[in-house]
């Protein structure tokens, strides 16, 4: 089965940085995806950044330059780094598996990461 656990979340204050981790098991890595999306409250869930199998990124126009997705050696781990944090960035941060088969695309989520940005 796929799971896939976030971390990572917490209270910042504006300018500061964090950095979130997602644990990502079960799933054909050639098939598949990982992605991080957030939502606040009252707001509908956008992508964040995601990155295919074979390491190639896209972003949210207006997160370039600031937050940095990356994997670790063993690729098991996806990281969302986040840099300049402003009050717009507080959000549940969620991490998902994303898989494409017989023309379907599925999302396993993560129970997602709360991040509050104060100011």
């Known amino acids: 089965q796929v799971q896939v656990v976030e971390s990572g979340g917490g209270s910042v204050q504006a300018g500061g940085s964090l950095k979130l981790s997602c644990a990502a098991s079960?799933?054909?890595?050639?098939?598949?995806?990982l992605g991080w999306y957030r939502q606040a409250p009252g707001k509908e869930r956008e992508l964040v950044s995601i990155?295919?199998?074979?390491?190639?990124?896209n972003y949210a126009d207006s997160l370039k330059g600031r937050f940095t997705v990356s994997q670790d050696n063993a690729k098991n781990t996806l990281y969302l780094q986040m840099n300049s944090l402003k009050s717009e960035d507080t959000a549940a941060y969620y991490c998902?598996?994303?898989?494409?088969?017989?023309?379907?695309?599925?999302?396993?989520w993560g129970q997602g990461t709360q991040v509050t940005v104060s100011s």
């Open positions: 990155i295919s199998s074979d390491g190639t990124t």
């Open positions: 998902a598996v994303v898989c494409r088969r017989g023309g379907n695309t599925f999302h396993y």
């Open positions: 079960g799933y054909i890595f050639s098939s598949c995806g």
